[in-house]
């Protein structure tokens, strides 16, 4: 391909619009443009890199058995009914209605569509085991687009879905994708880690994200130093540390704490540490008043939170609904006389000697003895896990990093096929509920989490499995017939052996070829120039490297083919 007929403006400056740099390196390179808030357009530059991520996913769902069909985008609302999921997407569905006023959905994701399908087309054990996938357009009306292809209202996914007869059947399925993902990512170039995860909206029991490391990721990760326990933030753990031995603890006092309401001015007022104090926030989960516990110096997972009680909205509560349960004004509120479901964190009980709201304007309460003087429900895991606790596994210490998920594995078992009667004739001919997995790769966020993981400062550094082209072909001098002819050849001969060619051919100053042949990052730049081939032939240098060889002309595609040919090797599969 030549550069003058490939569609191809790079631009020189940072686009304001971007925030992180694979945003900013993929408008500059001219691999994709907006159109508006959260939706792209794919350049032909960026067009054949997407490609590429999708034959590496379509062959290793292949690969791993897993059929593909397409299922369409626009869905009826009835579906979402049936699985009672209409209400739990709220806004961040696009909904439109038809020309006979019937409701019908963007898909945000295919399972109510897929365990349909199913219901209607499998009826027997002998069909089973079942694994189902495409690649396709998703919607989400996100609050706030950002970060180019991460966070985008219209994204390609692929998503599967398996069907099974058991949870053993299903745990196989759920390797067997598992290990797939491990192979796609390696192939891609990324460096990406499977980690324990919340199952959010989707539903299901057990779960896997895979991340792409990198700081500019959205989510953060808690990874154990000594072992390789790893989990989304949102569900990690940690282990408690052995509960200090402590004394009786005198009756509660009232403590007067005109005016003073946040945790530090609370500790500051009362000359006690935070680990003294008990925090209480009010939440209305599905629009019924509970109250959460955790220690002062810690905050409150609020997907814990949702996800132990079962809640399918949870917020904080509002001013009114605080006077109305505790009545105190916001920041007074403790669990002494509270009447609301009481939900404490693990590290509290046994708490004893401590400082909590009286649930009266400007007023505390010492000596307190949680069990003693409040009607705890519950003691639950409730903190957000941070660096510094104890690993849940080991006695290692928990660190956090930053990560970009690119795909997730469920364990959904039979939350759908439930909802929609999914079920097979077994061997006694007795009807039974299927069990099912999903598992997603986010196709435009994986092609530019490997941009946010690969690149320096000059530009891209694309992995070769997953580059626009593999070679940048410079030729410095397009006037000179003879030099354009030598570099025109190599190109040829270099297709000939399907090694994929951008050929520089515009009338630039050489140092703007470096410079876009830089940005660009194709994995090798070959430099076709008269004063080149005068001293010798051409040059070829890697994207990765400082250092370039000279080559004579005529040798120059058999080197290159060599350079390009050891294929990423892929590391057999690996375990839960
Ligand atoms: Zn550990």
């Not at 898909?107 to 897929?114: A, F, K, L, N």
């Not at 192979?183 to 460096?191: D, E, N, P, V």
């Not at 402590?246 to 006690?272: D, I, N």
């Not at 209480?280 to 996800?307: F, I, M, Q, S, W």
Request: hydrophobic residues 40%; neutral net charge; contains cysteine.
């Amino acid at each position: 391909m030549r550069w003058t007929r490939a569609l191809i403006s790079t631009l020189r400056d940072d686009p304001q619009e971007a925030e992180i740099v694979s945003h900013k390196l993929m408008l500059r390179s001219a691999l994709i443009r907006k159109l508006s808030g959260g939706l792209y357009t794919f350049l032909p530059l960026g067009l054949r890199a997407l490609r590429k991520v999708e034959r590496i996913v379509r062959e290793e769902m292949n690969r791993a058995g897993a059929l593909e069909i397409l299922m369409p985008a626009l869905q009826p609302s009835e579906l979402w009914e049936q699985s009672g999921r209409l209400a739990a997407m709220g806004p961040t569905m696009f909904k439109l209605k038809d020309r006979a006023e019937r409701l019908m959905a963007l898909g945000p994701t295919h399972e109510e569509v897929v365990t349909d399908l199913i219901t209607r087309e499998i009826n027997s054990y002998r069909q089973l085991p079942c694994t189902v996938y495409q690649v396709q357009t998703k919607f989400r009306d996100e609050i706030r687009p950002r970060f180019g292809l991460m966070r985008a209202k219209e994204f390609i996914m692929k998503d599967a879905y398996s069907f099974d007869t058991s949870l053993d059947a299903a745990d196989r399925s759920y390797q067997a994708m598992y290990d797939a993902y491990v192979r796609i990512f390696q192939r891609c170039g990324l460096r990406a880690k499977a980690v324990e995860a919340d199952t959010g909206d989707i539903g299901g029991k057990w779960s896997h994200e895979f991340m792409v490391m990198a700081e500019a990721g959205e989510d953060g990760i808690v990874e154990c130093a000594d072992c390789s326990y790893a989990a989304n933030q949102e569900r990690a753990e940690r282990q408690l540390p052995p509960a200090a031995v402590t004394g009786a603890t005198p009756a509660v006092q009232e403590v007067s704490t005109p005016g003073v309401r946040t945790m530090e001015q609370v500790a500051a007022f009362l000359k006690c540490p935070p680990t003294k104090l008990i925090k209480t926030l009010l939440y209305l989960a599905d629009g019924k008043p509970v109250a959460a516990l955790v220690p002062g110096d810690r905050d409150v997972n609020e997907h814990k939170l949702k996800r132990t009680l079962g809640a399918k909205r949870l917020e904080l509560a509002d001013e009114a609904t605080i006077r109305q349960v505790t009545g105190a004004a916001v920041g007074f509120a403790g669990p002494v006389g509270l009447t609301i479901p009481i939900y404490a964190d693990q590290a509290l009980r046994g708490a004893t000697a401590c400082f909590t709201g009286a649930n009266k304007d400007d007023t505390h309460l010492g000596n307190v003895d949680l069990a003693r003087d409040a009607q705890v429900t519950e003691y639950l895991d409730l903190v957000i896990v941070g660096a510094g606790d104890t690993c849940p596994r080991c006695p290692g210490t928990l660190r956090v990093a930053r990560g970009i998920e690119v795909g997730h594995v469920f364990k959904l078992g039979t939350k759908y096929s439930e909802a929609f009667q999914t079920k097979y004739l077994n061997e006694k001919g007795q009807a039974e509920l299927m069990v099912m997995g999903c598992y997603g790769i986010g196709v435009t966020r994986t092609l530019q989490a490997v941009i946010e993981q690969s690149h320096d400062a000059d530009g891209i550094i694309w992995p070769a499995a997953v580059a626009p082209y593999h070679v940048a072909l410079l030729l410095l001098d397009p006037k000179d017939a003879a030099v354009t002819a030598v570099a025109e050849k190599l190109a040829a001969e270099l297709e000939a052996i399907g090694v994929e060619v951008l050929l520089d051919d515009r009338e630039e100053r050489p140092g703007v070829k470096f410079k876009d042949a830089d940005l660009i990052g194709l994995p090798f730049r070959v430099v076709v120039g008269a004063k080149g081939l005068a001293k010798g032939g051409v040059e070829i240098k890697a994207r990765t490297s400082k250092e370039f060889q000279v080559v004579p002309a005529e040798q120059a595609a058999a080197r290159i083919a060599e350079l390009l040919a050891p294929a990423p090797q892929v590391a057999p599969p690996t375990g839960l």
